[in-house]
């Protein structure tokens, strides 16, 4: 039986009114329903304040608990129990999942947290208890218990700090993984010589090869300030553009040179002069054609510097070519990997005999702009390929053969010329340096133009080309392809670790004669004076008559003392006086047989003042 209108509307509660200063209802579904919620909630002893607060800190239901009910409240028969119904039962079932899970991740959180702190705290208890037995037996009755535990307390945290500032410390000090001061070696062993194996080789040294006393002592007398010129072979891919930079960046000069920002050519001028005193890149750029080999070199450097003065008025130069030479398979690998990126060196000139080759002498291997992108086996295949045995013929005389013209003669007898005529021109060249041994490339250097570098040479072990990996047969193919580069430059290492042997022993023997001389001088002097004193203490002692009747000469002490200097400078070579009268030309010869006598030179000097006693 359905109710009149006028009882529905009685029984119907009625809305819920906004409390004062809360905001008004508004007609969107979604924003109804969050007001009611928050007014139910500020009511206090209302469900949705319950839920929405949770449970109070340190209490938890349980991950067990039942799940909210999801069934719709029962019909209250007055407005109290209307206004007492659960609000949280009205929200959509969605949001109530959401608010569930919600609130048991809520208790996982506080229950780790209280694990955590709880794990924390105990196992700082029975540290602090540990510490407390180990000064207690220490220390004994030097303290009571409560001091020791408030000691412990301090000493813990001091060993903590202390630990933090050491790691801080290494991290700045340190910052890679492979710090020399973590390496056991380092407080075991010796410093090692910075000079010896570069290339993780054997520091002993066989020589293969019979070189004279000349050709292992490279003396050159380089004078910047005079017309002398240093001339710079550079190889491709041979780590001559770093050595180009040590030139005239890292020299130690009166007048270093003038280097700006954005330019990669320098002003090298010699002091109180206008003019250069090195002929590379980096100073004076590709003058003779890009990368010029000894050819285009020997016959345009002198007509590049000496090209607006007349004949007559020419200086005599000394030009004194280095280069730098590396090893082949690794050289190849390089260049290969720089054509690759777009690398063709068009530039170069190949000048040989006043004019270029032709292109049916020398023929491209390419068709387009480049060869970038060509890999490896296309680049071995070019049977007209300049990188194969190209350290041979840039430092070969290619006059000899016919230049670039392969007709002239067979092609055995062309390898055999240009490999000849690229390890004499190597061999007679002022200085090389290999890539492989960067310090000692630095230090025959310097002994040889007696010019000293700033900062010392860095030896690099990955490069480009030690990135590549090659299988056995493919390294094999490029060694034949450059078997001449091969011959070159074993040929170049035995003479270059030679000279380096060789320099090292007379460093070692000139610092050792310098020793002996200052020891022979300081005991000449100590001599010499105490014979002096001993000769006045005499005079003084004798009277005047009976001096002058025993000593008619009054100069007679002075004689002495002269004949004792010359004594000892004598007596570490009795032919020396002989050698200075026989002429200049012997001079040499006689400092060369003074080195091997001044070991004598002591005992002669006193034997010498014996029998002048």
């Not at 700006?260 to 002929?279: A, D, I, M, S, Y």
């Not at 105490?530 to 009747?549: A, C, E, I, W, Y």
């Amino acid at each position: 039986m359905a109710l009149p209108a006028f009882a529905a509307r009685a029984l119907r509660p009625p809305p819920l009114q906004p409390e004062q200063g809360a905001p008004a209802c508004t007609t969107c579904p979604r924003r109804h329903s969050r007001v009611e919620a928050e007014l139910a909630a500020s009511r206090p002893g209302s469900v949705a304040a319950s839920v929405r607060a949770g449970p109070p800190r340190g209490v938890s239901l349980g991950f067990n608990s039942p799940p909210l009910q999801d069934k719709p409240p029962k019909a209250f028969s007055s407005l109290a129990g209307a206004l007492r119904a659960p609000l949280f039962a009205l929200l959509p079932r969605g949001r109530r999942r959401r608010m569930h899970d919600l609130r048991r991740r809520w208790d996982l959180g506080s229950l780790c947290r209280a694990l955590l702190t709880r794990g924390l705290a105990a196992v700082g208890h029975s540290l602090k208890h540990v510490l407390s037995a180990i000064f207690s037996k220490i220390f004994g009755p030097l303290a009571s218990v409560g001091n020791m535990d408030e000691k412990s307390n301090k000493l813990l945290l001091a060993l903590v700090m202390l630990f933090l500032f050491a790691v801080i410390v290494l991290q700045y000090v340190c910052p890679g993984t492979e710090c020399q001061l973590l390496r056991l070696q380092a407080f075991s062993s010796p410093v090692p010589d910075p000079y010896r194996s570069e290339d993780e080789s054997s520091a002993r040294f066989v020589p293969r090869y019979n070189f004279s006393r000349g050709d292992l002592l490279r003396k050159v007398d380089f004078d910047i300030k005079g017309d002398d010129l240093i001339v710079f072979l550079h190889i491709q891919k041979t780590g001559g553009t770093t050595f180009g930079r040590h030139l005239v960046r890292n020299i130690q000069l009166e007048q270093p040179c003038e280097c700006r920002v954005g330019q990669k050519k320098c002003t090298c001028h010699r002091p109180g002069k206008r003019e250069t005193w090195l002929f590379s890149r980096f100073s004076t750029g590709w003058s003779c054609g890009l990368h010029a080999d000894w050819t285009e070199l020997t016959s345009c450097v002198p007509a590049v510097v000496d090209g607006k003065r007349d004949a007559r008025l020419r200086p005599s130069r000394n030009f004194h070519y280095i280069t730098i030479l590396r090893d082949p398979v690794s050289r190849y690998l390089s260049e290969w990997r720089h054509v690759q990126r777009g690398a063709t060196w068009k530039a170069s000139l190949h000048v040989c005999d006043g004019r270029p080759p032709t292109s049916e002498e020398l023929p491209s291997c390419y068709t387009g702009d480049d060869w970038s992108g060509c890999p490896l086996k296309e680049f071995m295949d070019c049977p007209f390929n300049l990188a194969n045995n190209r350290q041979v013929r840039m430092l070969s005389d290619l006059t000899l053969v016919g230049c670039y013209n392969l007709s002239v003669m067979p092609e055995k007898q062309r390898n055999k010329v240009l490999l000849e005529s690229a390890k004499s021109n190597l061999k007679h060249m002022a200085f090389f340096g290999l890539t492989e041994f960067q310090r000692k490339t630095q230090y025959l250097f310097e002994k040889t133009f007696n010019m000293n570098f700033i900062s010392p040479f860095t030896q690099y072990n990955t490069t480009r080309a030690s990135s590549v990996e090659i299988n056995e047969e493919t390294q094999k193919r490029i060694e034949g392809l450059n078997f001449l580069d091969m011959e070159l430059y074993s040929y170049a290492k035995d003479l270059f670790l030679q000279r380096y042997q060789f320099m090292r022993q007379k460093e070692h023997q000139d610092a050792r004669r310098k020793r002996q001389e200052q020891r022979k001088f300081l005991k000449g002097r100590f001599l010499q004076t105490h014979f002096q004193s001993q000769s006045q203490s005499q005079g003084q002692n004798q009277s005047p008559g009976q001096n002058l009747s025993q000593n008619p000469n009054p100069n007679l002490n002075q004689n002495l003392t002269q004949n004792l200097s010359q004594n000892l400078t004598q007596s570490s070579n009795p032919n020396l006086v002989q050698k200075e009268n026989r002429g200049s030309q012997k001079q040499g010869s006689g400092q060369e047989q003074s080195d091997s006598s001044t070991s004598n030179g002591t005992n002669d000097y006193i034997g010498s003042v014996e029998t002048w006693r």
